[in-house]
């Protein structure tokens, strides 16, 4: 073998490698599946060999391949940069091709090849030797034998996958008291059954202890409700438990969290819906205590939360099916609750119409109505955006004064007649403050999209500027800019990051800022939790942005 290389390719059969390298199992293993790529692509075949350019090109189609299984570990300088792995997607003569007519020296290098030089070739013509071969009697062809692996794996994945869902995740074969209550929901309360089937159960109690689950939980998110067998919950408890966790999820609970204390959250929702569960006597809540209220029946979760969070004391009584930690598990809800929410929303509002279509029982009118209500669409958020202007900003009452003549008096000399005219008072108040969070992380385009309804919607209301502050780690102060310049004048300055106290201590303490009026904060969310503001203010979030503490003034969220 030459110095340094790790192997040499001859023909479509024999790797030929060097032992005595320092290479650990791994990367063995994954210098072998590289080069045994190559071989399957069919390199040797259909490049000419020896050659460096076929032997960058076979490589690098392997290399693409390589990195979407990864067997075992590459050497460290078997890397390239994300625009040269792009080539590998091309066949192999395209590769080679290009490489001839676009020569790319972090290619041509070859440092980065199993043979570690381009002196080196990588494939070579069959070479005779005294390794006996015994084949079965007909010609091996691994190109040949590659795409029926890769057939015969999908294949397999199907299969297995079509297992699952026979086997419906176990449950279809569990006869476990969690599986039986499972079953019955199904069957019994078409309310739950659509949505339950979208789910899997856990029961297992190593699962359960390292989660620290004490009773139940559920992960939206992975689809998964986990029941913990050592509680040994009857079936009436875990009919209830069930039909807990799932109106969680088929409710949106957590993506309509909003920035708000996970736990506190998570309590106030338990309140509702174990107040649905009670009022149509499903199942048996499990022993231990029960988050149930006659005082607040009735009462909307977010209502509740402003009650939880304004008695901070009451939160060490409180705990949910997992104890003093949340039993609606979403660590990211971002990540995951969009599609996964909509699908959940949807096969709720099927079980809701088939349970009233067959009569199987009443239902809480709050339920019913809390369902119906997340499945009508949203409201834009412009039109809170404009109704939150016009409230600040009435139309004004023009006075008339004859000060100033009407432009008609030129006609009638002879006659005066008044203008119509803003008053002076009313001019100066008719303003409010723009806090724009400059720092990159907020996209131009939402910026673009934000400041041209503000635009439009304060026009509409005759507002005629407004007091314009820039704001990343520092507050850059634009002064009065008139409403209908604002969105072309406006340019992304800063580029730390945001830190807005600042920019809102600006405003509030210039003396030409009056105290009555209010301050649109435009941002992405990513600042200060500590944020502290006097005026009557909102905030604007751009697509996917959240505050990081809870709030009770207006927020309109971008789509």
């Known amino acids: 073998m030459p110095r340094g290389a790790y192997c040499q390719l001859h023909g479509n059969t024999l790797i030929v490698f060097d032992e005595t390298l320092n290479l650990s199992e791994a990367q063995w293993l994954g210098v072998f599946s590289l080069a045994t790529l190559v071989i399957a692509l069919g390199g040797p075949r259909r490049l000419k060999v020896p050659s460096p350019v076929s032997d960058i090109a076979a490589q690098l189609s392997a290399l693409h391949w390589w990195r979407g299984i990864k067997i075992g570990e590459l050497p460290e300088h078997i890397d390239l940069s994300p625009e040269a792995l792009q080539w590998g997607r091309l066949p192999f003569e395209a590769i080679a091709a290009r490489l001839q007519a676009e020569p790319v020296s972090e290619l041509l290098s070859a440092a980065w090849t199993l043979t570690r030089s381009p002196q080196v070739p990588l494939m070579l013509p069959e070479r005779r030797t005294g390794i006996h071969r015994y084949w079965t009697g007909q010609k091996f062809d691994p190109e040949q034998a590659f795409a029926q692996a890769l057939v015969d794996n999908a294949k397999r994945a199907l299969q297995i996958q079509h297992d699952v869902e026979r086997s419906d995740a176990g449950r279809a074969f569990s006869n476990s008291t969690a599986a039986r209550a499972w079953r019955w929901l199904v069957s019994h309360y078409p309310l739950l059954g659509s949505l339950l089937m979208q789910f899997e159960l856990i029961e297992d109690v190593e699962t359960c202890r390292r989660m620290d689950i004490p009773i139940a939980a559920i992960h939206p998110g992975c689809g998964e409700i986990y029941i913990n067998p050592v509680r040994g919950l009857s079936f009436e408890e875990a009919k209830f438990v069930i039909a807990h966790e799932a109106l969680h999820a088929g409710l949106c609970h957590a993506g309509r969290r909003q920035g708000r204390d996970p736990f506190l959250w998570n309590v106030a929702c338990d309140f509702v819906i174990n107040n649905w569960l009670v009022s149509m006597n499903l199942g048996a809540a499990p022993a231990g205590g029960l988050l149930f209220d006659e005082e607040i029946r009735g009462w909307a979760a977010e209502d509740i939360y402003l009650r939880l969070a304004s008695d901070l004391r009451a939160r060490r009584k409180l705990s949910t099916f997992r104890g003093n930690a949340c039993d609606l598990l979403d660590n990211d809800p971002k990540k995951f609750f969009s599609d996964r929410e909509e699908f959940y929303r949807r096969a709720l509002l099927q079980g809701l119409d088939y349970h009233q279509a067959c009569g199987r029982g009443e239902l809480p009118g709050g339920l019913v109505e ?190």
């Open 370 to 559: 809390a369902i119906r209500v997340l499945t009508q669409p949203p409201i834009p958020w412009q039109a809170p955006l404009a109704e939150w202007i016009r409230e600040r900003f009435p139309l004004p009452l023009h006075q008339r004064t004859y000060a100033r003549a009407s432009r008609r008096q030129s006609a009638t000399p002879d006659i005066p007649r008044p203008r119509h005219v803003l008053p002076e008072e009313e001019r100066v108040t008719r303003t409010f403050g723009v806090v724009i969070d400059s720092s990159g992380s907020m996209d131009r385009s939402d910026l673009g999209k934000a400041l041209g309804a503000v635009v439009g919607y304060a026009q509409a209301q005759a507002v005629r500027q407004v007091r314009l502050v820039y704001c990343d780690a520092a507050a850059y102060d634009e002064g009065y800019v008139p409403i209908e310049s604002l969105a072309a004048r406006v340019t992304v300055r800063g580029r730390g990051g945001t830190v807005l106290q600042p920019a809102v201590n600006l405003l509030e303490s210039r003396r030409d800022f009056p105290k009555t009026c209010p301050i649109l904060i435009i941002t992405d969310g990513e600042f200060e939790p500590d944020l502290t503001i006097r005026h009557d203010h909102a905030f604007l979030l751009a697509p996917g942005g959240r505050l990081p503490m809870s709030t009770a003034k207006p927020v309109f969220r971008m789509t």
